[in-house]
């Protein structure tokens, strides 16, 4: 399960409970394995875009969240997830969030087996929608909020 | 038995949507030739041969005038040799290889616009 760590992952796999099917040049092909990448530089306009709107859904979870902080913060930094999916789904903003992570794997943060690179609503609308919250829960954790908690956590 | 009339058309793992009663395809099964041959005393038999020059697919049909469907063919008509286009509707499937985009697609800027497009392959797989 992804968790903050000290490394930073440039990718991570996901694997699909069904395939999707993609076209190269010997035909049609069907895979579950799904690479994901860490955001490039040229990126870097969207990735501020999702993670303004998820940091702004952590901020509106509730004022609580000081005071568990500071409860937790002798505990080794980890976020789960699921934590981050039920923070989001909470906010009105969710279904911008889905959208602005779809365009994100639409420009070159996914592919499929490491091989299709060119993904496109066709091969998005053929995963399972909670496999596909599931797999933008991990990807937050991973590429788009792990260096700005780490920051957080250290102060 | 369905009816086959609603297909969905994918191409370089792009899907497109056709105009209503545009889309076709030919599998480039080939031409067979059939000749009758004379035996003398009113005998004939025939001889078959496929003309391999013709086992050539075709898939055409319209879409619609827009940017982004303008950019896709203008880059798909750069893929020569490229394009693979997969056709399926519920259990049916055909998948076309090696296809190149034959025709020079006119841009028609009219009341309900269209774009030609036309691909020429390997037979149906």
């Not at chain 1, 530089?41 to 702004?56: E, H, M, P, T």
């Not at chain 1, 070159?108 to 496999?131: K, M, R, V």
């Not at chain 2, 880059?75 to 693979?84: F, H, I, S, Y």
Request: proline fraction near 3%.
């Amino acid at each position: 399960m992804a968790t903050i760590n000290d490394t930073y992952k440039s990718d991570f796999t996901f694997e699909l409970s069904n395939p999707i099917s993609y076209q190269d040049e010997t035909g049609q092909k069907e895979t579950k394995t799904l690479v994901l990448y860490a955001p490039s530089n040229k990126l870097s306009k969207q990735k501020a875009k999702l993670r303004q709107k998820v940091i702004a859904s952590f901020l509106a979870l509730g004022g609580n969240s000081n005071n568990q902080n500071k409860a937790n913060e002798n505990e080794k930094a980890s976020l789960e997830p699921e934590q981050v999916l039920f923070a989001l789904a909470a906010n009105d903003k969710f279904v911008e969030i889905k959208q602005e992570f779809c365009d994100l794997l639409k420009n070159g943060c996914l592919s499929l087996e490491g091989n299709c690179n060119t993904i496109t609503d066709y091969h998005l609308q053929q995963i399972d929608d909670e496999e596909l919250e599931e797999v933008m829960g991990q990807y937050i954790v991973n590429f788009i909020i792990a260096s700005w908690m780490k920051r957080l956590l250290a102060k | 038995m369905a009816t086959l009339y609603d297909p969905t058309v994918v191409i370089n793992n792009r899907q497109y949507y056709f105009k209503p009663n545009t889309f076709s395809y030919i599998g480039g099964l080939g031409e067979t030739s059939v000749e009758a041959l004379s035996g003398g005393g009113g005998t004939v038999t025939t001889a078959h041969s496929e003309d391999v020059s013709t086992k050539v697919s075709h898939v055409k049909g319209m879409i619609d005038l827009n940017r982004t469907n303008i950019e896709n063919v203008e880059a798909l008509k750069n893929l020569v040799g490229l394009c693979v286009i997969t056709v399926h509707e519920n259990d049916f499937q055909k998948v076309f290889v090696h296809m190149s985009m034959s025709n020079d697609p006119e841009n028609s800027f009219k009341v309900n616009p269209e774009l030609p497009i036309e691909f020429k392959g390997d037979p149906v797989l």
